[in-house]
């Protein structure tokens, strides 16, 4: 297995400056990372420093509260994508979700899906809000509206991935193509590895480095 090519090397924290941005792009480099996620204001910064190679650049869209409106979201997706984004992680309408506006959820994720055009687009669902219940059908609606990823948390609320939801978000969004991204406390090795053997295709973690340098 080629643990670094699972790897979203994510720096979100609202107080980084560019040397935490510089370090970030500098470590991804070096253990070849699938891509890096950063906030869409430092989108450009992040094809200046990676042209040269294959990593992604992810940004995130609606984060962290998923409360902006579509039309908010879309723009904002189009816009990073002009910038350089090579993926798109919006964060659902946790507040629709739950207030059973399915309609509604699924128009928000279409309407970014559409400024994305043909860059992948990943749905953040906010698991440690959610009920089990919940988890299903916000993944059930992320199929109905044609997204390419089921994405576990933003890291910003309470609780984080968990195995037992990534494999109940696996096994509702895999038999229809869609894959999903494990996010939030991934911090070592031994989590990262529990978090693919439960279905998960990509890891975002800022502990990449300490990941890949851990001892068997």
Wanted: aromatic share 6%; charged share 30%; proline share 2%.
């Amino acid at each position: 297995m080629e643990l670094n090519k699972y790897i979203e090397h994510t720096l979100l924290k609202p107080n980084a400056v560019k040397a935490d941005f510089i370090k970030l792009f500098e470590e991804a480099k070096e253990y070849n990372f699938y891509g890096v996620c950063v906030n869409p204001n430092y989108v450009k910064l992040a094809a200046e420093h990676l042209k040269k190679s294959k990593i992604k650049i992810i940004t995130v869209v609606g984060f962290p509260l998923g409360a902006n409106t579509s039309g908010v979201k879309a723009y904002e997706a189009a816009m990073s994508i002009i910038s350089g984004a090579d993926e798109i992680d919006m964060v659902m309408n946790i507040t629709a979700l739950k207030n059973y506006e399915y309609d509604l959820v699924i128009e928000d994720i279409k309407k970014v899906k559409k400024a994305c055009k043909k860059k992948r687009l990943k749905v953040i669902l906010e698991t440690g809000l959610l009920t089990r219940r919940e988890i299903r059908k916000a993944c059930e609606l992320c199929v109905l509206a044609r997204a390419d990823f089921v994405k576990t948390s933003t890291g910003f609320a309470r609780g984080g991935a968990k195995t037992e939801d990534v494999k109940l978000m696996y096994d509702t969004v895999s038999p229809y193509g869609l894959r999903v991204k494990a996010s939030g406390g991934i911090r070592d090795k031994e989590t990262a590895l529990k978090m693919i053997e439960a279905g998960a295709s990509r890891l975002g973690t800022s502990s990449g480095a300490a990941i890949m340098t851990a001892k068997k």
